[in-house]
Protein backbone atom coordinates (compact mmCIF):
# COMPACT_ATOMS: atom_id res chain seq x y z
CA UNK A 1 0.00 0.00 0.00
CA UNK A 2 1.23 3.50 -1.25
CA UNK A 3 0.90 5.76 1.54
CA UNK A 4 1.10 9.97 1.28
CA UNK A 5 0.90 12.35 3.43
CA UNK A 6 -2.89 12.55 3.36
CA UNK A 7 -3.04 9.20 4.53
CA UNK A 8 -1.09 10.62 7.62
CA UNK A 9 -3.12 13.80 8.12
CA UNK A 10 -6.57 11.92 8.03
CA UNK A 11 -5.52 9.85 11.31
CA UNK A 12 -7.61 10.32 13.59
CA UNK A 13 -5.83 11.80 16.76
CA UNK A 14 -7.99 9.90 19.35
CA UNK A 15 -7.77 6.72 18.49
CA UNK A 16 -4.17 6.79 19.35
CA UNK A 17 -2.40 7.09 22.91
CA UNK A 18 1.29 7.24 20.90
CA UNK A 19 2.33 10.20 19.01
CA UNK A 20 0.76 10.53 15.60
CA UNK A 21 4.17 10.92 14.52
CA UNK A 22 5.50 7.64 15.85
CA UNK A 23 2.30 5.54 14.76
CA UNK A 24 3.07 7.13 11.19
CA UNK A 25 6.57 5.40 10.82
CA UNK A 26 5.04 2.76 11.99
CA UNK A 27 2.45 2.46 9.95
CA UNK A 28 4.79 3.63 7.27
CA UNK A 29 7.69 1.18 7.99
CA UNK A 30 5.25 -1.68 8.06
CA UNK A 31 3.78 -1.00 4.71
CA UNK A 32 7.29 -0.85 3.02
CA UNK A 33 8.11 -4.30 4.39
CA UNK A 34 4.97 -5.90 3.71
CA UNK A 35 5.17 -4.67 -0.01
CA UNK A 36 8.93 -6.24 -0.07
CA UNK A 37 7.66 -9.49 1.34
CA UNK A 38 4.77 -10.00 -1.41
CA UNK A 39 7.55 -8.77 -4.51
CA UNK A 40 9.80 -11.51 -2.63
CA UNK A 41 7.03 -14.02 -2.98
CA UNK A 42 6.72 -14.32 0.35
CA UNK A 43 4.15 -13.65 3.44
CA UNK A 44 4.64 -13.00 6.77
CA UNK A 45 1.57 -12.84 9.15
CA UNK A 46 2.86 -10.97 11.94
CA UNK A 47 3.38 -8.17 9.83
CA UNK A 48 0.34 -8.42 8.39
CA UNK A 49 -1.57 -8.40 11.78
CA UNK A 50 0.92 -4.90 11.93
CA UNK A 51 -0.32 -3.90 9.15
CA UNK A 52 -4.08 -4.69 9.38
CA UNK A 53 -4.37 -2.82 12.57
CA UNK A 54 -2.56 0.24 11.67
CA UNK A 55 -4.90 0.70 8.73
CA UNK A 56 -8.14 0.24 10.83
CA UNK A 57 -6.48 2.39 13.62
CA UNK A 58 -5.98 4.93 10.85
CA UNK A 59 -9.13 4.82 9.39
CA UNK A 60 -8.10 3.73 5.92
CA UNK A 61 -11.10 3.99 3.66
CA UNK A 62 -10.85 1.49 0.43
CA UNK A 63 -13.00 2.01 -2.64
CA UNK A 64 -14.07 -1.32 -4.69
CA UNK A 65 -16.53 -2.16 -7.37
CA UNK A 66 -19.74 -3.26 -6.23
CA UNK A 67 -22.08 -4.90 -8.11
CA UNK A 68 -24.38 -1.20 -8.32
CA UNK A 69 -20.93 0.77 -8.99
CA UNK A 70 -18.42 1.78 -6.35
CA UNK A 71 -18.04 1.36 -2.88
CA UNK A 72 -16.43 2.77 -0.04
CA UNK A 73 -15.27 0.05 2.57
CA UNK A 74 -13.97 1.11 6.24
CA UNK A 75 -10.86 -1.21 6.95
CA UNK A 76 -12.32 -4.10 9.25
CA UNK A 77 -10.88 -4.55 12.61
CA UNK A 78 -8.03 -6.98 12.65
CA UNK A 79 -9.42 -9.59 15.64
CA UNK A 80 -13.13 -8.93 15.39
CA UNK A 81 -13.34 -8.04 11.66
CA UNK A 82 -15.96 -5.47 12.73
CA UNK A 83 -16.49 -3.48 9.63
CA UNK A 84 -17.38 -0.12 11.93
CA UNK A 85 -14.62 2.64 11.53
CA UNK A 86 -12.47 2.89 14.52
CA UNK A 87 -13.15 4.74 17.54
CA UNK A 88 -12.27 4.82 21.52
CA UNK A 89 -14.57 2.34 22.83
CA UNK A 90 -14.39 -0.07 19.67
CA UNK A 91 -10.75 -0.16 20.05
CA UNK A 92 -10.62 -0.61 23.81
CA UNK A 93 -13.05 -3.55 23.20
CA UNK A 94 -10.80 -4.63 20.10
CA UNK A 95 -7.37 -4.43 22.19
CA UNK A 96 -9.29 -6.71 24.34
CA UNK A 97 -10.70 -8.72 22.00
CA UNK A 98 -6.67 -9.62 20.86
CA UNK A 99 -5.59 -10.23 24.60
CA UNK A 100 -8.22 -12.95 24.88
CA UNK A 101 -7.46 -14.25 21.44
CA UNK A 102 -3.37 -14.25 22.50
CA UNK A 103 -4.12 -15.73 25.61
CA UNK A 104 -5.90 -18.53 23.65
CA UNK A 105 -2.26 -19.80 22.84
CA UNK A 106 -3.41 -21.28 19.26
CA UNK A 107 -0.25 -23.28 17.56
CA UNK A 108 -1.77 -22.37 13.76
CA UNK A 109 -0.13 -19.75 11.31
CA UNK A 110 -3.20 -17.13 12.78
CA UNK A 111 -1.82 -16.92 15.83
CA UNK A 112 1.17 -15.00 13.88
CA UNK A 113 -1.57 -12.63 12.71
CA UNK A 114 -3.08 -12.18 16.05
CA UNK A 115 0.33 -11.41 17.81
CA UNK A 116 1.08 -8.83 15.55
CA UNK A 117 -2.37 -7.42 16.12
CA UNK A 118 -2.46 -7.55 19.84
CA UNK A 119 1.49 -6.10 19.88
CA UNK A 120 0.03 -3.14 17.52
CA UNK A 121 -2.67 -2.56 19.43
CA UNK A 122 -0.90 -2.96 22.85
CA UNK A 123 1.37 -0.63 21.96
CA UNK A 124 -0.29 2.26 19.82
CA UNK A 125 -3.75 2.56 22.52
CA UNK A 126 -2.24 1.07 25.75
CA UNK A 127 1.53 2.73 25.15
CA UNK A 128 3.35 -0.75 26.51
CA UNK A 129 6.62 -1.55 25.25
CA UNK A 130 8.40 -0.63 22.36
CA UNK A 131 6.37 -0.60 18.96
CA UNK A 132 5.77 -4.13 17.74
CA UNK A 133 8.49 -4.21 14.82
CA UNK A 134 11.62 -2.18 14.42
CA UNK A 135 10.82 1.02 12.88
CA UNK A 136 13.20 2.62 10.10
CA UNK A 137 15.01 5.85 11.62
CA UNK A 138 14.36 9.07 9.21
CA UNK A 139 17.61 10.30 8.57
CA UNK A 140 18.61 13.72 10.69
CA UNK A 141 20.66 16.14 8.39
CA UNK A 142 23.28 18.48 10.07
CA UNK A 143 23.25 21.79 9.16
CA UNK A 144 26.77 24.08 9.43
Known amino acids: MELTGRDFERIPRTNLHVPVRE ?35 AGVIKVVEGRSGRVALASPAPITRREDRAYEELIAAETDAAERAVAQDRKDRGAEFVAGAHATLAWAWRWSGVPPIDVEQVPVKQTG
Do not use: I, K
Open 23 to 57: FARLWLTAERRGDAVLRAGGDDLYLLGVQVTCRWL
